[in-house]
């Protein structure tokens, strides 16, 4: 089955950095890759996804880059906020393509906090 | 456009009850998935439903564990005879089915197994 490792563990960013998070995944069948963020007692949130047809997506300071002859995919958050601070799960999955295996196998997480 | 609704929130059961957990997916949404997330841990894929269907089941325990989503009403994760390596964060997902596989989370119901 899939396997998604996910680096950092934790991330420490001065207010106004950039942060990158990176990670990579086994089955070369996926085609789906979201990333989440979650604040502590709160549900994952969705912040952007990136589809295996396209390199790079971005939405305003977030930006993903996937590159799948690597297999690895990268979160890139600039202009750090201290409301950025959060725990960001990277995940990944075969996707719709293929009926029955929308499940998301999940990274470890990595706990990035902002230094105002 | 309400978003994904679980509940309990939180929910307090000693070791050899049943916990009953509800999801109601967003509406418009078809596909129900239930992930368990271990203190300090990323999320675990557990089962994946459609109405009165389930599609994938490959990461839930053989024993004691057991998902349904009905036709009418919420999709129920079930636990029977709770054991305290059980206690976790138990989320809920949706996504509309079809082309679109973007899953939203509910908030979650905490178990907390004493």
């Known amino acids: 089955g899939e396997n998604v490792e996910q680096h950092p563990s934790t991330l420490s960013v001065q207010e106004g950095d950039s942060a990158v998070i990176k990670c990579t995944y086994s089955d070369s069948a996926s085609n789906y890759f979201p990333w989440y963020k979650q604040e502590l007692g709160k549900r994952p949130q969705l912040i952007i996804d990136i589809r295996s047809n396209v390199g790079e997506k971005k939405d305003q300071r977030i930006a993903v880059t996937l590159n799948k002859t690597a297999k690895h995919f990268s979160l890139h958050i600039t202009e750090t906020q201290p409301e950025d601070s959060a725990v960001y799960f990277c995940?990944?999955?075969?996707?719709?393509?293929?009926?029955?295996?929308?499940?998301?196998?999940f990274g470890t997480g990595t706990r990035l906090t902002i230094i105002p | 456009n309400a978003g994904v609704m679980q509940n309990p929130r939180h929910l307090v059961r000693r070791r050899g009850q049943e916990a009953r957990l509800r999801c109601s997916p967003m509406?418009?949404?078809?596909?129900v998935y239930w992930y368990r997330q271990l203190p300090e841990e990323g999320l675990k894929f557990m089962v994946y439903?459609?109405?009165?269907?389930?599609?994938?089941e490959s990461g839930m325990p053989k024993e004691r564990f057991s998902a349904e989503f009905p036709k009418e009403g919420p999709s129920i994760l079930r636990i029977q005879q709770v054991v305290r390596g059980d206690s976790a964060a138990y989320f809920c997902?949706?996504?509309?089915?079809?082309?679109?596989?973007?899953?939203?989370f509910g908030p979650g119901t905490r178990l907390l197994v004493l």
């Open positions: 439903l459609q109405k009165e269907n389930i599609i994938d």
């Open positions: 995940a990944a999955s075969i996707g719709a393509i293929h009926f029955g295996n929308e499940k998301l196998t």
């Open positions: 509406k418009g949404h078809s596909h």
């Open positions: 997902a949706s996504s509309p089915g079809g082309s679109e596989e973007t899953q939203y």
